[in-house]
């Protein structure tokens, strides 16, 4: 009676864990923006800062435990359900940063835009659990060009 409540609740959290991908995350694991928060004004190009704690950055194709590289997503809608099993698209919205980058000088148009940091294994999928940072809104100023300011 007890191993069969056992065996069933083994069952339940793998189901209830299976709607992302494969490669394990640490409990403590965390991404986040170092140099920005939600509501910040920024220039283009800004420099983006990924801060990661709780594991390690490893370049993609690399799989080594507790490892993962940065993906920025502008723009984009966030990852969930079945996009958390697959690769990240690689796109405008979807930026990879596979040879270990912990930084990034980004062009944005002015007006806002949505910021997200994703981490994904070394085959471009999100960890079990996903480490995501919070996705935060910037206002990029307009600029003239010139050198006035
Ligand atoms: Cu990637």
Same mark, same amino acid.
């Given at each position: @009676? +007890? +191993?069969?409540?056992? %065996?069933?609740?083994?069952? !339940?959290?793998? /189901?209830?864990? &299976?709607?992302?991908?494969?490669?394990?995350?640490?409990?403590?694991?965390? =991404?986040?923006?170092?140099?920005?928060?939600?509501?910040?004004?920024?220039?283009?190009? /800004?420099?983006?800062?990924?801060?990661?704690?709780? @594991?390690?950055? &490893?370049? $993609?194709?690399?799989? &080594?435990? #507790? %490892?993962?590289?940065?993906?920025?997503?502008?723009?984009?809608?966030?990852?969930?359900?079945? *996009?958390?099993?697959? *690769?990240?698209?690689?796109?405008?919205?979807?930026?990879?940063?596979?040879?270990?980058?912990?930084?990034?000088?980004? #062009?944005?148009?002015?007006?806002?835009?949505? !910021?997200?940091?994703?981490?994904?294994?070394?085959?471009?999928?999100?960890? #079990?659990?996903?480490?995501?940072?919070?996705?935060?809104?910037?206002? /990029?100023? =307009?600029?003239?060009? $010139? &050198?006035?300011?």
């Amino acid at each position: @009676m +007890r +191993r069969l409540s056992l %065996t069933t609740a083994l069952l !339940l959290s793998t /189901v209830t864990f &299976a709607m992302a991908g494969e490669t394990p995350a640490p409990d403590n694991a965390k =991404a986040y923006f170092i140099n920005l928060k939600d509501g910040d004004t920024v220039t283009s190009p /800004v420099l983006i800062r990924f801060g990661l704690s709780g @594991m390690g950055v &490893a370049p $993609s194709g690399t799989e &080594a435990p #507790n %490892t993962g590289h940065h993906h920025l997503l502008i723009d984009a809608p966030a990852l969930e359900g079945d *996009a958390l099993n697959e *690769a990240i698209p690689v796109d405008a919205e979807h930026v990879h940063f596979g040879k270990g980058q912990t930084e990034a000088s980004v #062009n944005l148009t002015p007006g806002k835009h949505t !910021l997200q940091l994703v981490l994904g294994d070394w085959s471009h999928i999100p960890h #079990n659990k996903p480490v995501m940072s919070e996705r935060i809104t910037v206002n /990029v100023q =307009a600029t003239t060009g $010139s &050198a006035k300011q």
